[in-house]
């Protein structure tokens, strides 16, 4: 199948996901995030059960990955939680979600220590 009926078969599926992953349910629990404003931020796609997906950058080009977990899909933390990899020890961190600031600690940390 192609052109419209493709569009609209894709539009389907993408709409099904929204409702499976309570899209509605996450735009209003998620919260904010001020993040220095040196680093610049990549959105990306929430690929692999991700809620959210996103790199952080800083000044001398170190690069974080983040992700929004809250189904426990990629991991185990029992509620919804942030991960960043690397983590300051080179392995991952875990943060609740509500736990902003400990998500901005961690990343500091992780940009200070890799190498």
Same mark, same amino acid.
């Given at each position: 199948?192609?052109?419209?009926?493709? %569009?609209? $078969?894709?539009?389907?599926?993408?709409?099904?996901?929204?409702?499976?992953?309570? !899209?509605?349910?996450? =735009?209003? *629990? &998620?919260?904010?995030?001020?993040?220095?404003?040196?680093?610049?931020?990549?959105?990306?796609?929430?690929?692999?059960?991700?809620?959210?997906?996103?790199?952080?950058?800083?000044?001398? %080009?170190? $690069?974080?990955?983040?992700?929004?977990?809250?189904?426990?899909?990629?991991?185990? !933390?029992?509620?919804? =939680?942030? *991960? &960043?990899?690397?983590?300051?020890?080179?392995?991952?961190?875990?943060?609740?979600?509500?736990?902003?600031?400990?998500?901005?600690?961690?990343?500091?940390?992780?940009?200070?220590?890799?190498?």
């Amino acid at each position: 199948m192609s052109g419209f009926g493709e %569009g609209v $078969e894709l539009l389907e599926a993408q709409l099904l996901i929204e409702k499976k992953r309570e !899209y509605d349910r996450w =735009y209003k *629990e &998620i919260p904010y995030i001020r993040f220095p404003a040196a680093w610049e931020v990549q959105v990306t796609p929430p690929y692999h059960g991700a809620i959210v997906r996103f790199r952080v950058r800083n000044t001398r %080009g170190k $690069e974080i990955s983040v992700y929004l977990d809250c189904y426990d899909t990629l991991g185990c !933390y029992g509620s919804p =939680y942030w *991960e &960043i990899f690397p983590a300051a020890d080179n392995d991952i961190a875990r943060y609740a979600m509500r736990d902003v600031d400990g998500l901005l600690k961690g990343l500091k940390a992780s940009m200070r220590r890799r190498t």
